[in-house]
């Protein structure tokens, strides 16, 4: 996909703002971490590994100027104020912690050194991220049969990453490898990233896609026309229990009864080993209008009670297999996903 999702331009964080397309392509630029961490909120920038790399560079945005003894303050701050943006994707607090830890072993610098070091640590998440989507994208696409279609929830593409995509990077990937291999997308009810983000990415590919539904899955499963499910996560726990975007679990529920294997796309830093299982994820609940309002306008009698988390949890005995970029997770989970991290 020719554009970018999050760039580092003269020591400006540069964004394609998500909530505008597909009907304009308008990039936003954040010269402070207070708009990189509004934008992350307000779903500017959307996917786990894209706002991990968006609070990445955030964070070294907020240190520019500082140094010594000051420093340690300022970060505290920065990371609060970005750390409450988005608390599901555990990417958020991966990328802090690492910015955090880049900074105690640079507090001897002075503060144009110490600048340098933390964006050179939030580029080197941005390539790894990259590097990582490739990586997972290969050994994904080796799951795909040829030719196949592939039904995908959300948006887990280049818009939700650095670039290239994990869901979407299987897809890309089998594309390249020669398989033919097309897209069924769930519309992704109440933001419809599925049908604003995922078919405007896989339109610009040329990569066939449909847009249903969500309520139309069920049925496309059972037509026996899908050849897998392919989604991402924000967390995946230490059992194997995913969290996504919500509608995940009914699909991963449907797929299941319907015989359909159901992949993750998992990059190494979503998933969360401090987490036994889905139930300590934490989930994010988001405001109401997102439901009660449709494209500005109100949709829904005036008063009632609205209940929008963005997330749910999928148990892992309804995943078949979770794709990360150093090898694919077979069940047991503890064991399989523990013995990749321990690679990495």
Not at 87 to 97: D, Q
């Amino acid at each position: 996909m020719a554009v970018k999702t999050i760039e580092w331009r003269n020591d400006t964080v540069r964004m394609i703002d998500q909530r505008l397309l597909p009907v304009r392509e308008v990039v936003r630029v954040y010269r402070d971490w207070r708009g990189v961490a509004d934008a992350i909120r307000s779903m500017v920038i959307r996917g786990a590994p894209a706002i991990g790399v968006a609070a990445a560079m955030g964070v070294a945005l907020g240190m520019r100027g500082v140094s010594g003894a000051r420093a340690r303050a300022r970060f505290a701050q920065v990371a609060r104020g970005l750390s409450a943006t988005r608390p599901t994707a555990v990417n958020l607090a991966w990328a802090i912690e690492r910015m955090r830890r880049t900074l105690e072993s640079s507090l001897g610098l002075d503060a144009p050194r110490l600048f340098r070091r933390l964006r050179d640590e939030a580029l080197a998440i941005y390539e790894e991220d990259l590097a990582a989507n490739r990586a997972l994208g290969r050994l994904g696409a080796t799951l795909l049969t040829d030719p196949a279609t592939v039904l995908t929830h959300c948006n887990a593409g280049a818009l939700a990453t650095a670039g290239y995509g994990t869901a979407l990077g299987v897809v890309r990937a089998a594309r390249e490898a020669g398989k033919k291999v097309a897209v069924i997308a769930d519309e992704t009810r109440p933001f419809l990233q599925g049908a604003r983000l995922t078919a405007w990415e896989l339109h610009k590919d040329r990569i066939p896609v449909t847009v249903i539904a969500d309520n139309m899955a069920a049925s496309v499963l059972r037509s026996g026309e899908v050849s897998c499910v392919v989604v991402g996560t924000d967390r995946t726990a230490a059992n194997g229990d995913v969290a996504n975007k919500i509608g995940t679990y009914p699909l991963a529920v449907m797929a299941n009864r319907h015989g359909v294997p159901l992949y993750v796309a998992a990059p190494l830093s979503s998933i969360d080993l401090h987490c036994a299982s889905g139930g300590e994820i934490p989930i994010e609940e988001r405001a109401a209008a997102e439901i009660t309002h449709f494209a500005g306008r109100q949709v829904t009698p005036k008063g009632i009670k609205v209940y929008n988390p963005a997330f749910d949890v999928t148990p892992a005995a309804l995943v078949t297999a979770i794709i990360t970029e150093r090898g694919i997770a077979y069940p047991p989970y503890d064991e399989s996903l523990a013995a990749l991290k321990r690679a990495s």
